[in-house]
Nanobody
């Protein structure tokens, strides 16, 4: 099992930056591909970024390409989401999630473990 705890959310002005962190428990962190999802009020949960087990491949939602970077440190059991040039439409609860398969998936129910989420609010 993997337990995930996100941190780093907050309130930021448009154009600002935040770095989200996700700490994973357990000794098998590198057995999981990781995703960052977000969910805004009244909207479906969507994947923002995905990183494979050994960080060989990353993928991004089109609307965040060039602004967000996902990374991981398997030695520290951490995954990160650096978010720059934030926009009001990035406002959402952000979740990290772990998937045993290394392949990309944008389907939330294909991720086995989830954190509790961290709120990101971007003011205009």
């Amino acid at each position: 099992q993997v337990q995930l705890v996100e941190s780093g959310g907050g309130l930021v002005q448009e154009g600002g930056s935040l770095k989200l962190s996700c700490a994973a428990s357990g000794r098998t962190f590198s057995s999981y591909a990781m995703g960052w999802f977000r969910q805004a009020p009244g909207k479906e949960r969507e994947i923002v970024a995905h990183i494979t087990k050994f960080a060989t491949t990353t993928r991004y939602l089109d609307s965040v390409k060039g602004r967000f970077i996902i990374s991981r440190d398997n030695a520290k059991n951490m995954v990160f989401l650096q978010m720059d040039s934030l926009k009001p439409e990035d406002t959402a609860v952000y979740y990290c999630a772990a998937r045993p398969s290394n392949s990309y998936s944008n389907t939330a129910n294909e991720y086995a473990y989830w954190g509790q989420g961290t709120q990101v609010t971007v003011s205009s």
